[in-house]
């Protein structure tokens, strides 16, 4: 069942996103969406819907420009870019398409960096984390290979180690499995299925593959920049309400 605001690790609210200019473009438009703990949720929609875009207003990469998203409860409209920043290092793990990892830096180090940025560990306890993030993916003897000596499917989830990091409630994923082969596919959308039900994390992920879609617990699919629908699929049956529609 979709969480109430009072319970939400995520939370949008009337959330506008408008990008200006001679033309004005919206993205997304009027979103009203909470996500709780511990859910697996899909967000789909045709190109141009506004899926990622509403993935980096959730993730606070982004900033509404109307409404407002809250983290745990927190106001992050009355944040300045320092405070988001910081509770995005410190709440928010990121998948991308394309990894983005660092290609002159070993898979390792590339896990390190977001635990350097908070500062919370010490170099030993860095490596270590990391050491064993990697091996809880299959991943422990390609500590010290850069990404261009690993497959798409390695990187991938040496980008899941790395979104891991700090050991983050929610981990956000754009297209994640969008440019791998079917069975990598499979091998990672299986460690953010574990995730999700071995840790209790909460993962959010756009996808373009309904099948993909339709073996997590909830589907949010948008249109136009807005909820059209807001489902729980067979994985996982409930009673859902959707906030963006008024009460019949």
Request: hydrophobic share 40%; glycine share 8%; proline share 4%.
């Amino acid at each position: 069942m979709s969480a109430d605001a009072s319970e939400a690790i995520i939370s949008a609210t009337n959330v506008t996103r408008v990008l200006a200019g001679t033309v004005p473009v919206t993205l997304v438009k009027d979103i009203n969406l909470d996500i709780g703990h511990g859910e697996f949720v899909a967000i789909t929609g045709p190109s141009g819907s506004g899926k990622s875009s509403l993935l980096y207003l959730l993730g606070l990469l982004d900033v509404p420009s109307e409404g407002e998203v809250r983290i745990n409860g927190r106001h992050t409209a009355e944040m300045d870019a320092e405070a988001r920043a910081h509770l995005r290092l410190a709440t928010l793990g990121f998948v991308f398409q394309f990894h983005f990892l660092l290609p002159e830096f070993s898979a390792l180090d590339n896990i390190i960096i977001p635990m350097r940025r908070l500062g919370k560990r010490s170099r030993g306890e860095m490596e270590a984390r990391g050491l064993e993030l990697l091996e809880a993916l299959g991943m422990g003897d390609q500590a010290r290979k850069r990404p261009d000596q690993l497959s798409g499917g390695q990187r991938q989830r040496v980008a899941v180690a790395r979104a891991l990091a700090n050991d983050p409630p929610v981990i956000l994923a754009d297209e994640p499995t969008g440019s791998l082969d079917s069975r990598s596919t499979e091998q990672v959308f299986t460690i953010l299925r574990d995730i999700v039900e071995r840790d209790g994390r909460t993962v959010v992920a756009v996808t373009h593959d309904t099948d993909l879609a339709d073996r997590m617990h909830r589907r949010v699919h948008l249109i136009d920049g807005r909820i059209d629908s807001d489902t729980a699929t067979k994985q996982k049956p409930a009673r859902r309400r959707d906030r963006n529609k008024p009460s019949q």
